[in-house]
């Protein structure tokens, strides 16, 4: 079954799986980015599918993005 989110419900995991702070007041669907604030006080966007399923719980100055060496 899959779990329908609401910006009240996105709230209150970010709350409690993260140091960062919901700053968005509507969510209308997985691709939309949200925006937050990080720990360090930097704001950030990311879609909550990364935020939630790919840890991207933090800003790019305290969480860079994965470098991927090509050959």
């Known amino acids: 079954m899959n779990k329908q989110w609401s910006i009240g419900k996105i709230k209150e995991f970010v709350e409690k799986n993260s140091d ?42 305290c969480q860079p993005p994965k470098v991927t060496e090509t050959l």
């Open 20 to 61: 960062s702070q919901l700053l968005s007041t509507e969510y209308r669907g997985f691709s939309q980015k949200l925006e937050f604030k990080c720990a360090c006080g930097n704001d950030f966007e990311k879609t909550f599918t990364k935020f939630k399923n790919k840890n991207q719980t933090k800003c790019d100055v």
